[in-house]
């Protein structure tokens, strides 16, 4: 990971992001949410496709032949992604009560959620196995403590560990990899980065990444593929200012 490259691409980003038109913005973060919502929930077996995901987030339409299950998980994934982005507009530091409120959110029709499980869980075809519920409620405790403590000093580092150590400890009983997913981004958009999402496709290099750090306490691939989809994002982001600055001169 390049990590002085990446505040070079991110104080390009912010000296000329205010140039691009307000309605291509839109529509650039408007897209991105809706492929991180479809990417995110389809990690966890949600099989709507993009498309699906599209009708159902922007036309509020039912799929057929969808679980319901299906449609109120997307529904709630963008649900708690603008609630992740109100509360950081409200300069909110990311801790308990705001998880708990994402994976209410996330879960909402599905199952209670914002509680803790107190049964044990086995994640298939993982090395790792979560802490039972006694040692899950203190290495949780732990998590918090660590969380308010964590230096920024290297922002994709922060959101790499807040990810995959909440997804090592499995403090819920469902949807953890979807709400350590949003605190991910949580901390990237509190510290100035743009949000990213993982996706589908790289499902078994993202496993293997999380899992390096569950099994060994090596973050440094999942830092690292963080890293590379944060650059591409400042890339993308580039790429619109650079062709709106060449749009502008030829019409001078």
């Known amino acids: 990971m390049n990590y002085p490259e990446l505040l070079r691409k991110k104080a390009l980003y912010e000296r000329a992001k205010n140039t ?23 990690i966890e077996g949600n099989t709507l496709t993009l498309l699906e995901t599209k009708v159902v987030l922007e036309e509020g339409l039912s ?32 801790d308990e009560g705001i998880i708990k409120d994402i994976h209410a959110i996330l879960t909402e029709n ?6 803790y ?10 090395a790792h196995t979560p802490p039972v519920p ?4 203190r290495q949780v405790k732990n998590f918090y403590a660590d969380l308010a403590e964590k230096d920024a000093a290297n922002v994709i580092e922060l959101a790499a560990w807040t990810h995959a150590e909440f997804v090592r ?13 949003l605190i991910m981004n949580y901390q990237l958009l509190a510290h ?14 993202y496993f293997n990444a999380l899992e390096a750090y ?39």
Do not use: C
């Not at 691009?20 to 389809?42: C, D, G, M, R, W």
């Open 20 to 42: 691009l038109p307000e309605i291509t913005v839109k529509s650039y973060v408007q897209a991105f949410e809706l492929e991180y919502t479809h990417n995110s929930t389809a």
């Open 134 to 137: 006694n040692e899950m409620y």
């Open 117 to 126: 499980r107190n049964i044990e869980v086995y994640i298939s075809g993982a």
């Open 192 to 205: 100035g980065f743009l949000p990213i999402s993982i996706a589908k496709e790289a499902r078994l290099d």
């Open 169 to 181: 400890i499995h403090p819920f009983a469902d949807g953890n990899g979807r709400t350590s997913r």
């Open 214 to 252: 569950a099994v060994q306490g090596d973050l440094a691939p999942f830092a690292d593929m963080i890293a590379s989809l944060e650059e591409q994002q400042f890339d993308r982001y580039l790429g619109m200012i650079e062709r709106q600055k060449q749009r502008q001169q030829q019409l001078e």
């Open 110 to 115: 599905i199952m209670v959620g914002g509680i």
């Open 63 to 94: 799929v057929g032949g969808k679980k319901l299950r299906e449609i109120y998980e997307v529904i709630n994934h963008n649900k708690a992604y603008q609630h992740v982005k109100a509360s950081i507009a409200q300069d909110q530091p990311l």
